[in-house]
C-alpha cells in the first residue's frame, strides 16, 4: 500500500488566492483526519470524518477553512482566502477505524506571501 | 475535554544513556494512548500503542512505555539512546464516541555523540 497520499508536498501562494489541499487515504480506512503543525501552536486537529462524515470540525479556525470528503477515498482543505498566518505543514491521516492508530502523510507545507 | 500534557520541550541525552520521555493526559476513563515519532520533514510514524491489557507495551526501535492509571501517565523509555533516534516525539490519546486523536506538543529529543 502507498499510506496516506497528500498533495501537493509544498505551496507557495500569495495572500487571498484559494489554496486547495488534497488527501488519498488509505484503502479501505473509514476515518480522516486533518492536522495543522506550526512551531508556535504544535499539532492542531483541525477536523476529522467518520466514513465521510464530519464529525468534530470544532478545530478549524476559521470560515476561510472548509474540508469536505465526497468519498471514501478523497478529501480536501480548502483555505479561502488564505493569509500568511496560514502558513504551516498541513498532515492528513487515515485509520482503519475507531480506537486504532492513524498512519500519516507526508504532509503539504503551505507558505502564504 | 480530553488533553495531552509533555512537560519537556526539549531533551538532550548522550548516545548510549537511557531515555524517559513523559506523557500526562486528562480524560475521564481509560483512553487509547499512543507514542509517534516524527524526523525533519517527515509525517508521523507510529512507535506504540495501548488500548487495554498489560500496562507495559514495547514497540519498535526498541521503545517501550507504560501506562499508569494512578498516575494518568504514559511515558516512553528506551534504555539504550542511538544517534537516530534524534528526533520529535507525540503522545496522543484517543478519546471520546468517534474517537478523537489529541496531540500533546512534543518533545525534541537532540543525541550528543
Known amino acids: 500500500d502507498a499510506g496516506v497520499i497528500q498533495s501537493p508536498r509544498h505551496e507557495v501562494t500569495e495572500m487571498g488566492q484559494e489554496v486547495t489541499l488534497r488527501c488519498k487515504p488509505i484503502?479501505?480506512?473509514?476515518?480522516l483526519f486533518w492536522y495543522r503543525q506550526t512551531m508556535m501552536r504544535g499539532l492542531e486537529l483541525l477536523i476529522y470524518f467518520n466514513n465521510n462524515v464530519p464529525i468534530d470540525d470544532s478545530g478549524m479556525p476559521e470560515d476561510r477553512f472548509s474540508a469536505k470528503m465526497p468519498n471514501a477515498s478523497f478529501s480536501t482543505l480548502k483555505i479561502q482566502p488564505s493569509e500568511p498566518r496560514d502558513s504551516a505543514v498541513y498532515f492528513c491521516a487515515s485509520r482503519p477505524g475507531e480506537n486504532t492508530e492513524a498512519f500519516f502523510g507526508q504532509g503539504t507545507r503551505l507558505t502564504v506571501v | 475535554a480530553q488533553s495531552v500534557t509533555q512537560p519537556d520541550i526539549h531533551i538532550t541525552v548522550s548516545e548510549g544513556a537511557s531515555l524517559e520521555l513523559r506523557c500526562n493526559y486528562s480524560?475521564?476513563?481509560?483512553?487509547?494512548l499512543f507514542w509517534y515519532v516524527q524526523s525533519p520533514g517527515q509525517g508521523l510514524q507510529l512507535l506504540l500503542k495501548y488500548f487495554s491489557g498489560d500496562t507495559l507495551v514495547q514497540g519498535i526501535k526498541g521503545f517501550e512505555a507504560e501506562f499508569k492509571r494512578s498516575q494518568s501517565s504514559f511515558n516512553l523509555r528506551k534504555p539504550s539512546v542511538h544517534w537516530s533516534d534524534a528526533a520529535e516525539y507525540f503522545c496522543?490519546?484517543?478519546?471520546?464516541?468517534?474517537?478523537?486523536?489529541?496531540f500533546g506538543t512534543g518533545t525534541q529529543l537532540k543525541v550528543e555523540l
Open positions: 496522543a490519546v484517543g478519546t471520546g464516541g468517534g474517537n478523537k486523536l489529541t
Open positions: 480524560y475521564g476513563a481509560t483512553p487509547y
Open positions: 484503502s479501505g480506512h473509514n476515518s
